[in-house]
């Protein structure tokens, strides 16, 4: 006689490696998107980089769009579509651009690290996602970390307080524009709800439009050429391959996957900058990757100590059957 073991007792689902691929593609662009900024920065202002990003952002994603012939998304996705396209791909993009060019890299990271705390909060609060402790455990190691890399990575010279608040800002609308996502994935495809969130960023950056076209005249093609790697990786491909996997988990968890990005970008800038990471830096980065891996992993609940892959209502029903044989 065969039985099913009951809900309660039933061994955790086997990971999605493609959500797991997913997120590591996402957090290794972003990370490199800090380097390109640095380079494209020099030339573009806060604004015009953004808007260029996100134009070449929205051409790739609506090719892919159309030759995927995914069409509109439903009218239950769009509230989210809006509020992300507005306050991720679009303020979050204009006041980091702006807060990077008034405080130093260190600050910047530290302050904006901020989001993936506020991302939790707001996703157990409006997404009834809870807070388990292993979650937020491994948020506070890897906050601890991003603050090591920030004060290591930090000039001398005093960081500005609007540079701060900027950070601050951006970190917000990050947070915000994340959980407000969260919804909309319920009703459309990670592409769409990508794409279309990126033409409402490139739609409320457009009074840019002057300012990008005079500094493209005089920009270096090294600086163009990053804007538009901007636009069609760290965008157009890492925010999908994040809304891919932000629908197959909660946002508190997708969030704490970010807190590797500084430790990304300290070997980046080392590999390709010849930016030799001083050692608080490394053991930072180090404390940032430790607290991702205490964040993403399961408890295990419902198992056994002594096989912990045989569920305990399973083996409840094993004794039981042996008790009525002997009967």
Sequence with gaps: MTTSPSPAGAAAPPRDWRAAAAATTTVLLWASAFVSIRSAGDAYSPGALALG??????????????????????RAA?????????????LYMV???WGERQVDAGTAAMV???GPLLIALLGSRTLG??????????????????AVVGLSMSGRGGASVLGVLLCLLAAVA?????????PALRHGSALQITTFGCLVGTAACLPFSGALVSEAADAPL?????????????????????????????????????????ALVVLMSWLLLDEVPAPLTVAG????????AVSRMRPQTGLTRNNPARPVEGRRHDAEHRESGRR
Excluded at 81 to 87: A, N
Excluded at 129 to 146: K, N, Y
Excluded at 285 to 292: D, E, I, K, S
């Design 53 to 74: 990003r996100l134009l070449a952002g929205s051409l790739a994603l609506g090719a892919l769009l159309l030759v995927r012939r995914e069409g509109l998304p439903p």
């Design 78 to 90: 769009w509230p989210g579509i809006v509020w992300s396209g507005l306050l991720w791909f679009g």
């Design 95 to 97: 006041v980091l651009n």
């Design 112 to 114: 904006v690290n901020t």
């Design 129 to 146: 996602e809870g807070l388990p402790r292993g979650l937020l455990a491994g948020m506070a190691v890897s906050f601890a970390g991003a």
């Design 174 to 182: 990050y947070a915000n524009g994340v959980v407000r996502q969260k």
């Design 222 to 262: 090294s600086a163009t050429l990053n804007m538009v790697y901007l636009g069609l990786f760290p965008t157009a491909l890492a925010f999908t391959t994040w809304a891919y996997a932000l629908a197959r988990t909660t946002a508190g968890r997708m969030g704490a996957t970010t807190y590797a990005v500084p």
């Design 285 to 292: 980065g180090l404390l940032c990757l430790a607290g991702v």
